[in-house]
């Protein structure tokens, strides 16, 4: 199998999918000369994206400018498996370990926020490939029965159209010898194209008047008299207001790296299906999948069928976000060998594209807020998965942060709080590298990796042996 894999990404392309795409959008100019602005949003991924939109929506003669390093969606926002979910803190047991008092709230606002989300997409006619077919876990062995059965007591008390399916049930949604059951979310959650829209939110936000100037990136910033001044390469930028939506890219603020890793997620994109493949693989309702292995792999289908197969992580010293190891086809074989496992009939189907991304992992795993400039900037970020949608939500509370509104989500816990510090290297790449070989190996050979996990789990991390 490790031969057929290898021999599966001889011509992979090691970018991200979405972003290989002729409709990709030209690349913004670069800025050239000082400037002022009421709020400067420094990053053009999706928390930045949907703050544009809203600030504008919110007050349309506000002056909001953009800035980014690279291009749109560049990013993180380019790179996910884009599996749409109602959640703002990294799914249901995630929402509960961290706020158990706050569950109520937190899911109706979830709720709420996926329809806002909804309807902003429809409002300006954005492209994005969006499917609303529901999310769908499964139980690898039976083991995690267990898993699933705990997840769907929170999923029904807390109000969702949420289903559990047995062995059979399952089978018939999705033909993997390894699914002993399933627990499918029906509504308000499904699959986008991540890079359309966030090439379609930067479109409605230029329409609304914001200004965008790319391949700029944030040098440092100061307070001069009642500004921020933020300095980039060719230019200064004296704004009212900063919001920095710059998620696991932490270099310029050592204040936000001590809470934030940069954790790559890698992803294998396979060649389109055959109809044959796509009759015998079942799949009709083409949910958004995780499943409950120890390394969490998560898998979907794109509008031209093909597999999307995600979930090995790793981490490179000093949060590099941009490791050159992870554009060959080494990190990506053991991915394909678990596909080949996990969906036997496309056992040898070639691989189109390879590539991982950065997630910010940090004790929470979700959104949270940190303060500069006596809170005239302030960094929106953290999210280790969940955030096409989730973003949307974090952009409208940074704005009601900065602009000092009394809104009721200001009060709960995560607007006020910060995740744990985390060790500096090299402790942390030591630890991370353990943690992730414990990772890939716990399922099959336990012994000493369940109480390392167990360890890191009780440090704050959500992980389970």
């Given at each position: 199998?490790?031969?057929?894999?290898?021999?599966?990404?001889?011509?992979?392309?090691?970018?991200?999918?979405?972003?290989?795409?002729?409709?990709?959008?030209?690349?913004?100019?670069?800025?050239?000369?000082?400037?002022?602005?009421?709020?400067?949003?420094?990053?053009?991924?999706?928390?930045?994206?949907?703050?544009?939109v809203?600030?504008?929506?919110?007050?349309?003669?506000r002056?909001?400018?953009?800035?980014?390093?690279?291009?749109?969606?560049?990013?993180?926002?380019?790179?996910?498996?884009?599996i749409?979910?109602?959640?703002?803190?990294?799914g249901?047991?995630?929402?509960?370990?961290?706020?158990?008092?706050?569950?109520?709230?937190?899911?109706?606002?979830?709720?709420?926020?996926?329809?806002?989300?909804?309807?902003?997409?429809?409002?300006?006619?954005?492209?994005?490939?969006?499917?609303?077919?529901?999310?769908?876990?499964?139980?690898?062995g039976?083991?995690?029965?267990?898993?699933?059965?705990?997840?769907?007591?929170?999923?029904?008390?807390?109000?969702?159209?949420?289903?559990?399916?047995?062995?059979?049930?399952?089978?018939?949604?999705?033909?993997?010898?390894?699914?002993?059951?399933?627990?499918?979310?029906?509504?308000?959650?499904?699959?986008?194209?991540?890079?359309?829209?966030?090439?379609?939110?930067?479109?409605?936000?230029?329409?609304?008047?914001?200004?965008?100037?790319?391949?700029?990136?944030?040098?440092?910033?100061?307070?001069?008299?009642?500004?921020?001044?933020?300095?980039?390469?060719?230019?200064?930028?004296?704004?009212?207001?900063?919001?920095?939506?710059?998620?696991?890219?932490?270099?310029?603020?050592k204040?936000?790296?001590?809470?934030?890793?940069?954790?790559?997620?890698?992803?294998?994109?396979?060649?389109?299906?055959?109809?044959?493949?796509?009759?015998?693989?079942?799949?009709?309702?083409?949910?958004?999948?995780?499943?409950?292995?120890?390394?969490?792999?998560?898998?979907?289908?794109?509008?031209?069928?093909?597999?999307?197969?995600?979930?090995?992580?790793?981490?490179?010293?000093?949060?590099?976000?941009?490791?050159?190891?992870?554009?060959?086809?080494?990190?990506?074989?053991?991915?394909?060998?678990?596909?080949?496992?996990?969906?036997?009939?496309?056992?040898?189907?070639?691989?189109?594209?390879?590539?991982?991304?950065?997630?910010?992992?940090?004790t929470?795993?979700?959104?949270?807020?940190?303060y500069?400039?006596?809170?005239?900037?302030?960094?929106?970020?953290?999210?280790?998965?969940?955030?096409?949608?989730?973003?949307?939500?974090?952009?409208?509370?940074?704005?009601?942060?900065?602009?000092?509104?009394?809104?009721?989500?200001?009060?709960l816990e995560?607007?006020?709080?910060?995740?744990?510090?985390?060790?500096?290297?090299?402790?942390?790449?030591?630890?991370?590298?353990?943690?992730?070989?414990?990772?890939?190996?716990?399922?099959a050979?336990?012994?000493?990796?369940?109480?390392?996990?167990?360890?890191?789990?009780?440090?704050?991390?959500?992980?389970?042996?």
């Open positions: 199998m490790q031969d057929q894999a290898k021999l599966a990404l001889t011509n992979s392309k090691f970018t991200p999918f979405w972003l290989d795409n002729p409709d990709c959008p030209p690349a913004e100019d670069k800025l050239v000369t000082n400037i002022s602005t009421d709020l400067l949003i420094v990053g053009s991924g999706f928390t930045g994206l949907w703050t544009a809203q600030a504008k929506e919110q007050n349309p003669d002056e909001v400018t953009v800035i980014e390093a690279n291009t749109a969606a560049i990013g993180a926002s380019g790179r996910p498996g884009a749409l979910s109602t959640s703002l803190m990294h249901m047991e995630n929402s509960n370990r961290l706020f158990a008092d706050e569950m109520p709230e937190l899911e109706r606002l979830g709720k709420e926020n996926m329809d806002q989300f909804r309807q902003t997409i429809e409002k300006y006619n954005i492209d994005c490939d969006l499917e609303w077919t529901g999310e769908l876990t499964v139980a690898v039976k083991h995690g029965i267990a898993d699933i059965n705990g997840e769907h007591e929170l999923y029904v008390k807390f109000g969702h159209d949420a289903h559990l399916l047995n062995k059979d049930e399952i089978r018939k949604e999705i033909n993997s010898p390894l699914f002993e059951g399933g627990l499918w979310s029906k509504q308000r959650s499904g699959t986008i194209h991540p890079a359309k829209l966030a090439w379609g939110l930067k479109k409605v936000a230029k329409s609304l008047g914001v200004t965008f100037y790319e391949n700029t990136p944030m040098l440092n910033s100061s307070t001069v008299g009642n500004k921020v001044v933020v300095k980039t390469p060719n230019g200064d930028i004296s704004a009212n207001k900063v919001i920095l939506a710059t998620n696991a890219f932490t270099k310029h603020k204040k936000i790296s001590r809470r934030v890793a940069a954790i790559r997620d890698r992803i294998v994109m396979t060649e389109p299906l055959s109809s044959e493949q796509l009759t015998a693989l079942g799949w009709k309702n083409r949910q958004g999948i995780y499943d409950t292995r120890t390394q969490l792999n998560y898998m979907r289908l794109t509008k031209d069928n093909r597999v999307l197969f995600g979930g090995r992580l790793g981490y490179f010293f000093d949060n590099n976000t941009d490791p050159e190891h992870d554009k060959t086809a080494a990190p990506y074989i053991e991915l394909v060998n678990t596909l080949y496992k996990t969906l036997p009939g496309l056992k040898g189907i070639n691989i189109s594209h390879a590539w991982s991304g950065p997630i910010a992992l940090t929470r795993m979700a959104v949270h807020y940190q500069f400039h006596a809170g005239k900037m302030i960094y929106a970020g953290g999210y280790s998965g969940f955030g096409v949608t989730a973003s949307r939500f974090a952009a409208r509370v940074a704005l009601a942060i900065v602009d000092n509104a009394d809104i009721p989500e200001r009060q995560f607007a006020k709080t910060v995740p744990a510090w985390i060790p500096p290297e090299p402790f942390r790449w030591i630890g991370a590298k353990i943690t992730m070989y414990a990772l890939d190996t716990c399922d050979k336990g012994g000493w990796r369940i109480p390392w996990l167990n360890l890191v789990d009780k440090m704050g991390f959500p992980l389970k042996p």
